[in-house]
């Protein structure tokens, strides 16, 4: 409940959180740079604009006043307004003051802490890429919010020398081309932006005024601005952001009402089925003069009270999981810091009103008989529990549902984790590549003289990350949009990554360039089958001479079509990643060494290198959260619906005990009673099996029909989950059962 809470009240804390829109279309926030100060410019209802960069890496050198030696930090580059238009509140500094210059610097808190230990941060210097920076400010750690926290807060301008080697200090110069950066917009107040900048309105300004292909008529990529308060919940591709769905929020809420629901009503069974013992406590109090109403709100109380100490056995329960939770569900919520008065007043009415409803029908079932009822003893064959029946099968039904939803995403995350992805992802280690082009074949030679290592690549980025890695996009002579991913890198690039050609052309162009198209990308351009150049571009820069096809490879997770991808290799390409593939026994010895050659060329900071089956794996972990939740969840079910039935079960064999005894004076067999028995109650499981296999079959297909690429709803799924329930249905009965089965029936029938 508090996670929930937490996640539908990102982002609410910033002042003009009702005036700041992100620029958005079909599912992506990455545009040009130029494109904020250019809406700026032509609108003046916007009355500020930031930029973001993604966080990147950077080595962050120790001089005077750090407490550490080198270290990195994740640095996210903004316009200087990021500030103004956001209410990240600052320890050391102001918002004011931050960002004015290239030559300034904003800290997070934690990483100044690291820094700079107690002392104040603002007015150090520190160095970055042989440039200094001077601390101007230091922004609390950021929290609750859509934004990925950061470490270092730098200029965008900055983003072409500190990402890319460029000396050009012009931003837009070098990377107007990159569709690579989020624009968020700042309303002015008393105007509505959204309504002046709608989908028509951006689509002719990008068209007629920024000459954006992107977005040419025809185009579905119909951009639009979305509010604040819809960016995390909304997720797209974007930059130094995080994100969260209404779904995974829905699910949550709703299977926790359902094991809340399944609390109460086994409380209510339990209590129904202790009504045996608890009637000649009634009556006695009757017969000693207690009315009706007195006893029946006895009996609403104690159930309030049991409610209230399992509200503070439940905050302790959680207190102590909660390290778990946190890792799991990666969010930094405290129960302790959550006690608010609000929370309190929340939980309290929660426990009175769960209290009252968990104790009205015991309290109904214990007061509405008469005391001589007990006394002939009578009142227990008068209580048949037809709707305890009912609710106990609904319990099951509700536990099938959860174990068929946990088989299913489990089959589906392994299907995602380990199919052909079209390259080889094992064995290859990922880094990212500080080195200039003059030092590049040295590093290339040093990195192969290490045991284990078979080859290198330098390259723009690594397939399987999730990432938009290169843009070809164009139209061609007849105003067909062809919309290509691409990837850049050295003619080592292919080997690296275990991509074998189906076709090749024997073909170069200019400088040795190698252009390669996959399956998708050769249909998608429509060539023919001995194609060896392409020339229907209308601009002359995606004119190409081909040099052969690959086979169709994923670029994004399974939930995105497999696009069509160009790649693009030239002898000598500085990249900004270097590609490692090793020997499967020596993978995290070559690691080492590696990490000691950024060393010897005092990189050290620079290095990150990870293996790029870590990336693959990492694209999944919203859907291994989940699955981990609906596990838990579905354990949980498990006990409860094992308590309520075995609930049913002690009063049911109570409840019958005495015609038990009369078929086994009558000569029946241990085994026939026992049959007989377990029957009644295996029936229940059975009718919750026929109901949870529409349920189960309904929410999965709906769920796998996110992913491009899924499993099939197999039969085995549904048999699995009612396998699963009718064998813990069948271990709970069971010795209920045989504990009436083989009882004296001299006993019963005395009773």
């Excluded at 440039?131 to 609390?140: A, H, I, K, L």
């Excluded at 209308?538 to 696009?563: A, C, K, M, P, Y």
Aim: glycine residues 8%; proline residues 3%.
């Amino acid at each position: 409940g508090l996670y929930v809470q937490q996640e539908l009240a990102v982002d609410d804390f910033h002042t003009n959180k009702d005036r700041i829109f992100r620029l958005e279309y079909e599912g992506s926030t990455l545009l040009p740079p130029a494109l904020g100060g250019a809406l700026e410019a032509r609108y003046p209802e916007i009355e500020a604009m930031t930029r973001v960069y993604r966080l990147w890496e950077l080595g962050v050198e120790p001089i005077a006043g750090f407490t550490i030696g080198k270290t990195t930090g994740r640095g996210m580059f903004v316009d200087s307004s990021f500030f103004r238009i956001f209410s990240f509140p600052f320890v050391e500094g102001t918002p004011e003051a931050a960002l004015r210059t290239q030559g300034d610097i904003v800290l997070s808190r934690r990483f100044a802490r690291k820094l700079f230990g107690e002392q104040a941060a603002v007015g150090q210097t520190l160095r970055i890429k042989d440039r200094e920076f001077m601390v101007c400010g230091v922004v609390d750690d950021f929290k609750r919010t859509h934004f990925e926290s950061p470490d270092l807060l730098l200029s965008i301008d900055l983003v072409p020398p500190l990402c890319f080697g460029f000396d050009e200090p012009d931003l837009m110069s070098v990377m107007n081309g990159c569709y690579d950066f989020s624009t968020y917009v700042l309303g002015r107040e008393h105007t509505d932006l959204a309504a002046r900048l709608d989908t028509a309105e951006l689509n002719r300004a990008f068209l007629d005024v920024f000459q954006l292909a992107l977005f040419q008529t025809g185009n579905k990529r119909s951009p639009r601005l979305c509010p604040l308060k819809e960016i995390y919940l909304n997720p797209v591709v974007g930059r130094a952001s995080r994100s969260n769905t209404w779904t995974y929020l829905l699910v949550l809420q709703v299977v926790a009402g359902a094991i809340l629901f399944f609390a109460v009503i086994n409380y209510i069974n339990l209590s129904v089925a202790q009504s045996g013992f608890r009637a000649k406590e009634a009556a006695t109090r009757r017969l000693l003069g207690g009315s009706r109403g007195s006893l029946f709100g006895g009996f609403v109380l104690e159930s309030i009270i049991i409610c209230f100490a399992s509200l503070v056995l439940g905050l302790l329960a959680a207190a102590t999981v909660e390290p778990w939770f946190r890792e799991m569900m990666q969010t930094d919520i405290s129960i302790r810091e959550s006690l608010t008065a609000g929370n309190i007043a929340l939980a309290l009415g929660g426990v009175l009103v769960i209290g009252i409803v968990s104790g009205l029908v015991p309290a109904y079932v214990l007061t509405r008989f008469k005391p001589i009822d007990v006394v002939r003893g009578t009142f227990r064959r008068q209580t048949k529990m037809v709707y305890s029946k009912i609710l106990i099968a609904f319990q099951y039904c509700i536990t099938i549902v959860l174990i068929g939803c946990t088989i299913t995403i489990g089959r589906q995350i392994d299907f995602m984790c380990h199919s052909d992805l079209g390259f080889e992802s094992e064995q290859v280690i990922v880094c990212t590549n500080p080195f200039n082009g003059s030092q590049q074949e040295g590093i290339r030679n040093e990195l192969m003289s290490i045991p284990g290592v078979m080859a290198v690549s330098f390259a723009s980025a690594a397939p399987g990350v999730g990432t938009h890695n290169g843009y070809y996009g164009h139209f061609d002579t007849e105003g067909k949009l062809h919309d290509l991913r691409g990837f850049d890198g050295d003619t080592a690039f292919l080997t690296v990554l275990g991509i074998r050609p189906t076709q090749e052309t024997g073909r170069r162009g200019p400088n040795g360039r190698q252009v390669w198209l996959t399956d998708a990308a050769w249909r998608d351009l429509e060539l023919a089958d001995d194609a060896i150049e392409y020339t229907r571009a209308e601009n002359e820069r995606h004119r190409f001479v081909i040099t052969g096809r690959l086979r169709d490879f994923h670029i994004d997770d399974f939930s995105e079509q497999i696009d069509p991808v160009l790649v693009s290799l030239e002898p000598g390409y500085v990249g900004r990643k270097i590609l490692i593939r090793v020997t499967g026994g020596q993978n995290f010895a070559a690691m080492d060494r590696i990490a000691e050659v950024y060393g010897l060329h005092g990189k050290e900071s620079d290095f990150d290198g990870h293996f790029l089956q870590q990336d693959i794996d990492n694209q999944y972990r919203t859907q291994k959260r989940m699955a981990q939740i609906i596990t838990s969840f579905a354990l949980l079910a498990i006990l409860i619906s094992a308590l309520g039935m075995l609930a049913m079960s002690t009063y049911f064999m109570r409840q019958r005990a005495q015609e038990v005894a009369v078929r086994k004076v009558f000569g029946a067999m241990n085994r026939e009673v026992l049959g007989q028995l377990m029957a009644s109650f295996l029936r229940l499981v059975l009718v919750a099996f026929v109901v949870a296999v529409p349920a189960i079959w309904y929410f999965m297909r709906e769920w796998l029909a996110g992913y491009a690429y899924r499993i099939s709803l197999s039969w085995t799924i549904f048999a699995l989950a009612g396998l699963a329930a009718f064998v813990i249905a069948f271990l709970t009965v069971l010795w209920q059962a045989l504990k009436a089965t083989l009882a004296n029936p001299i006993h019963a029938i005395h009773e």
